[in-house]
């Protein structure tokens, strides 16, 4: 059965889902889409690595790709092969390994971007699951109303992880009592940049929003 590549288009909050995200996938000669509900951490996950953002201690899907190099392996491909009760099936084409490997779609995409590998789908079931843009005949074939749907909840929040540089650095006091005597908004640059170094990105992306009300966001 035929393949067809997709790539990525963007990430929004699932409105079918709280704290779930949909990843739109795009066909890459044509104008189909495919939306996926994933997990929160998947999309950070995929996201991070697409904004470039660099954590400070590895993260599961990097590890992963770690140690396929270290088997002196890489990812050739991944596909999603399958469709069951609204659940899609993917698999990981490795070199160096005769068996593909069953995986999560949203896990496959993770290590898919981090190893710059393609992305495909039985064309069976991007037919099943795939629609077409209301808007199809664009430039671009993208349709007018993606482009506001790009500035997603997600990709907000990630802009907010990168938060102020000065503010990560700043040397943050051990006592919380010293901390707590500051008045707010210099409690706010102090309080995000231990959320930062802690990874905690959406303590950091509630604090990012109080900042705003204070006029202290750089």
């Known amino acids: 059965m035929s393949k067809i590549q997709l790539e990525i288009l963007g990430l929004s909050a699932s409105q079918a889902s709280n704290g779930a995200y949909a990843l739109i996938l795009k066909e890459s000669k044509g104008t189909r889409r495919l939306p996926i509900v994933i ?3 998947e999309a950070q996950a995929i996201a ?4 470039g953002i660099e954590a400070q201690r590895p993260m599961t899907h990097d590890l992963l790709k770690i140690v396929i190099e270290k088997l002196n392996g890489s990812l050739k491909e991944i596909c999603i092969v399958d469709l069951k009760d609204s659940t899609f099936y993917a698999s990981l084409v490795i070199d160096g390994i005769a068996d593909e490997v069953d995986a999560r779609p949203s896990d496959a995409i993770a290590l898919a971007v981090r190893f710059n590998a393609p992305i495909f789908i039985m064309e069976s079931i991007l037919a099943e699951a ?19 749907e790009s500035e997603s909840e997600l990709m907000r929040l990630l802009q907010m992880q990168k938060a102020d540089e000065n503010a990560a650095q700043l040397e943050l006091p051990l006592n919380e009592d010293d901390i707590a005597s500051l008045p707010r908004a210099q409690q706010l640059p102090i309080l995000l940049a231990r959320a930062i170094k802690a990874e905690d990105y959406e303590e950091a992306a509630r604090l990012r929003d109080e900042m705003k009300t204070f006029g202290t966001e750089s």
């Open 39 to 41: 997990g929160a951490n």
């Open 48 to 51: 991070i690595e697409l904004e």
């Open 130 to 148: 795939g629609f077409y843009p209301e808007n199809e005949d664009s430039e671009d074939g993208e349709t007018e109303t993606d482009g506001e």
